[in-house]
DNA sequence: GCCAACGTTGGC
DNA sequence: GCCAACGTTGGC
């Protein structure tokens, strides 16, 4: 089983909304490398953290699983969707995501600033400087570890 | 709101 | 294939 962090701006879908839903597509992704984990190497069953980026209190805020195999983004077909992609088509599809299904939300959000200042979580590409991409894989040791920070 | 970092586009 | 220009991300 692998792990895997995704981030989301709760403004436009939370840990709240996911809660609430139960599962989602996780719609969006206009970033190769981001688009490639969910295309090539994730596989249901897999867990990630839910992260809340541009927030007013940015980091960790619970966990979910993997609920689907990939599948081709609905909304680069959706000319009325913000994320509509005129280059792509459904005879080359561009974009594929998964559904996630809601696992936990934590007690408090486990701060970008508290993921920095350990020492054993460097290595992350989360922590690191000029870090944009929005989904990522996690170390099992660093899933372990950061459970144990809430 | 600012701005640094990064990814993509497009001219050459 | 290079690289400048541009747009976006995301922390602060």
């Not at 939370?14 to 206009?30: K, V």
């Not at 069953?45 to 007013?56: I, Q, R, V, W």
């Not at 559904?99 to 939300?105: G, H, I, Q, R, Y």
């Not at 350990?118 to 400087?129: E, I, S």
Request: glycine share 4%.
């Amino acid at each position: 089983m692998a792990y895997w962090l995704m981030k989301s701006e709760p403004d436009v879908y939370s840990i709240d909304d996911l809660e609430r839903d139960g599962r989602e597509p996780w719609d969006g992704i206009r970033n190769y490398q981001a688009r490639n984990f969910m295309r090539d190497e994730m596989k249901v069953g897999d867990k990630a953290f839910f992260y809340h980026s541009n927030a007013d209190t940015v980091g960790i805020v619970g966990t979910m699983t993997i609920a689907s195999t990939p599948y081709d983004d609905p909304t680069q077909f959706d000319k009325k969707s913000k994320y509509f992609d005129a280059k792509s088509g459904k005879d080359k599809p561009r974009w594929q995501l998964v559904d996630v299904a809601f696992e936990s939300k934590f007690s408090r959000v486990v701060t970008l600033a508290e993921l920095k200042a350990n020492p054993k979580l460097a290595d992350m590409r989360l922590v690191q400087k000029g870090n944009r991409l929005s989904i990522m894989p996690v170390a099992k040791k660093e899933w372990d570890l950061i459970l144990k920070m809430v």
